[in-house]
């Protein structure tokens, strides 16, 4: 990375420390730092691989140049690549585990892709379940319960494709789904924030189960409220990320360069990354990681103790908090 | 009629047959097809009404959510009439909403193949009737724009297959619609890309060598091919740039202008469809795809009567046709399947 990593090879230097903002900080005092486990879902070139990087602000994963022309034809299977980085925000150490999904979409029949990613999520539910009826538990279990699935969507400037409202639809149960756009540089202010609307509008139209920032039920700070009716008014969230860092006033800024202009990641005009990056690493990693925990384990586990549909089990649990939400905010 | 600078005795004067054909040219017109493949969103209309400065199709992608999702992919050919300077242009454009738009893509080629055989199938029909029109009707496909996936490291295993089959048929011109989200450098890694994996799964694209080529026409091919796939941006819109009105794109870090060529291939891309190449891409259509179609169907139209004559001097059954119309699914034989008409 051009920015020079910091001495300490575990812990990333923030680019963004300068930038204070106030937060929950539940977890500050997690010493041994707080597992993180994210899914990156999303047709290749999308720019997925460069979101993970930008977002652990290191090259952990140099874009594999496939220079074997012979093997561009053959579809790959879809692959689960994990990378741990360690991270500080906030004075809050994360031990993010991020689950990669190189080869998604990439085929001429991607059918089969859903049901991979469905059984990669239920198989860590199951470990927890068989964990949890131990007589002798194990201290140092791993829970590697994927808290946040974010899915790219091609900046098309229609609508949502079939893939993209499947892989939602099937998911949305298992995990939280944040959805975003990749490459949203492609558009233009105004077709963002139409292609936004036309998104929303299918998500609800579909009721499709994506994570829509749910106020607890006792919430009562006003602060909390509005900021998640604001983040809710921003989704999806456009993203555009890149590796290369400039100096620009003697500050590191990520920038995309343009014959006709600089993209900068960081500027919450140009996309909405720095935001996703705060609400994935800071203000609501703590929410991430309840609903995973309380919702949608506890939903998956009494499905599978009792023999039961998602249907019936939702019906007990009062329903999941999803797309209901999502209609009066379209 | 211009007089000839060697107006003596000895001029002859066939010199303005080119003049005389001009002429004809402009009275009659002619006609011009072009076939846009592509996943929906990757800007196909807007390219081609970019091309020819009108809007000439709209985009049928989804945009409202009640639409539903296609299921499988369409033939949509709209025509248009075109006038420059005299000189009329009968287009046809023809669009493929929901190729490439479902979860399982596989097939989705095979209505874009039938489509443009039809019409190779269509103009033999005209050409074989014992009493046929002066000057027939020509809804062959010309040129085929194929719009590869801005961002992709490289050919898509569907692109290959889609573009070995296209290759055969048609004039192929690959195409990357929405380049404004790609740095210079990613284009020309990109580019660099394509055009190694087109070699490696020998996929032929437009224009073609040709024996008749002049060193001028060598020139310009071999810098066309450099190009390929052309980058491009595409807008109908008109904005202001520096005082100028232009047609572009305003982001918030600046603004594109798809004229300016440091900035996209449209220009290069433009110049060569209407301007250098048009008659290569019709000519080219008529005397390669369309000759080696025709070849191939009057041939199996021999060998069926062959047989059928084989069978009735040895005094059999009724002959069968043994032997089906080749390469099913796509072919469209002459005499067997209904045409479509664009």
Redesign the interface.
């Known amino acids: 990375m051009k920015d020079g990593s910091g001495e300490d090879q575990n812990v990333a230097p923030s680019v963004y420390s300068h930038v204070s903002r106030p937060g929950s900080h539940r977890y500050k005092n997690a010493k041994k730092g707080l597992p993180f486990n994210v899914m990156l879902v999303g047709e290749s070139g999308l720019g997925r691989t460069t979101f993970l990087n930008t977002l652990c602000e290191r090259m952990v994963v140099s874009k594999a140049e496939k220079t074997n022309t012979e093997q561009a034809h053959i579809a790959e299977p879809m692959q689960f690549k994990h990378h741990t980085v360690e991270m500080e925000e906030d004075g809050m150490k994360i031990i993010l585990n991020i689950i990669d999904t190189p080869g998604f979409g990439d085929g001429i029949d991607n059918e089969n892709c859903f049901m991979q990613i469905q059984e990669y999520l239920e198989s860590q539910f199951d470990e927890v379940l068989a964990e949890e009826n131990r007589i002798k538990r194990n201290t140092k279990f791993k829970d590697s319960r994927v808290h946040a699935l974010v899915y790219f969507i091609t900046p098309t400037g229609h609508s949502l494709r079939e893939i993209d409202i499947e892989m939602m639809r099937r998911l949305g149960s298992r995990v939280n789904i944040i959805p975003v756009i990749g490459r949203s540089d492609s558009l233009t202010p105004r077709e963002l924030v139409l292609f936004k609307q036309r998104i929303m509008n299918d998500i609800a139209q579909y009721e499709i189960p994506v994570f829509s920032f749910p106020n607890g039920e006792d919430e009562e700070d006003e602060e909390t409220v509005e900021e998640n009716a604001e983040l809710r008014a921003m989704m999806p969230f456009a993203v555009v990320g890149c590796e290369e860092v400039v100096n620009e006033d003697g500050r590191p800024v990520r920038v995309r360069n343009y014959p006709w202009g600089m993209v900068q990641v960081d500027n919450d005009e140009h996309s909405d990354f720095d935001r996703l990056r705060y609400v994935l690493l800071n203000s609501h990693i703590g929410d991430l990681r309840d609903r995973t925990q309380n919702e949608i384990y506890e939903l998956y586990r009494t499905e599978k103790l009792s023999g039961a549909t998602v249907a019936d089990a939702m019906d007990d649990m009062g329903g999941l908090q999803h797309g209901a939400q999502m209609a009066s905010v379209a | 009629m211009s007089a000839s600078p060697n107006d003596t005795q000895d001029y002859v004067g066939f010199d303005t047959i080119t003049q005389q054909m001009e002429r004809k040219f402009l009275k009659r017109g002619f006609n011009f097809n072009v076939i846009l493949v592509g996943?929906?969103?990757?800007g196909k209309s807007t390219l081609i009404n970019s091309i020819f400065a009108s809007h000439l199709i709209d985009?049928q992608?989804?945009?409202?959510?009640?639409?539903v999702?296609r299921k499988t992919t369409e033939i949509s050919p709209v025509t248009q009439t075109l006038e420059e300077n005299g000189v009329r242009v009968k287009l046809t454009i023809v669009d493929t909403p929901g190729y490439s738009?479902?979860?399982?893509?596989?097939g989705c080629w095979i209505p874009v193949i039938k489509y443009i055989k039809d019409q190779h199938a269509a103009y033999l029909e005209r050409e074989l009737k014992p009493l046929r029109d002066r000057v027939i009707v020509d809804t062959r496909i010309h040129a085929c724009l194929y719009f590869l996936?801005?961002?992709?490291?490289?050919?898509?295993?569907?692109d290959?297959?889609v573009l070995k089959r296209l290759t055969e048929v048609t004039n192929v011109i690959p195409i990357i619609a929405?380049s404004?989200?790609m740095?210079?450098e990613e284009r020309t890694a990109f580019k660099r890309r394509i055009k190694?994996?087109l070699a490696?799964?020998r996929i032929v694209v437009f224009p073609y060598p040709s024996d008749e080529d002049t060193e001028e026409d060598r020139v310009l091919n071999a810098s066309i091919r450099e190009l390929i796939p052309f980058a491009v941006v595409g807008s109908e819109e008109v904005i202001e740039v520096n005082g100028k009105l232009v047609r572009g794109?305003?982001?918030?870090?600046?603004?594109?202008?798809i004229f300016?060529e440091?900035?996209s291939d449209f220009v290069h891309l433009r110049n060569f469809m209407l301007r250098t190449h048009l008659s290569d891409l019709v000519e080219v259509t008529a005397q390669r795809h369309y000759e080696q179609f025709r070849t191939s169907q009057l041939r199996q139209i021999k060998e069926l009567r062959a047989q059928q004559a084989a069978a009735a001097a040895t005094g059999g059954a009724p002959p069968m046709p043994s032997q089906a119309p080749p390469q099913a699914p796509m072919a469209s034989g002459v005499m067997h399947q209904p045409m479509t008409q664009a």
């Open positions: 996943e929906s969103g990757m985009t992608g989804r945009r409202a959510a009640q639409e999702i738009d479902q979860c399982n893509n596989e996936n801005p961002g992709s490291r490289g050919l898509r295993p569907l290959v297959e929405k404004d989200s740095t210079i190694e994996e490696f799964h794109r305003r982001h918030g870090w600046g603004v594109i202008n300016d440091s900035h």
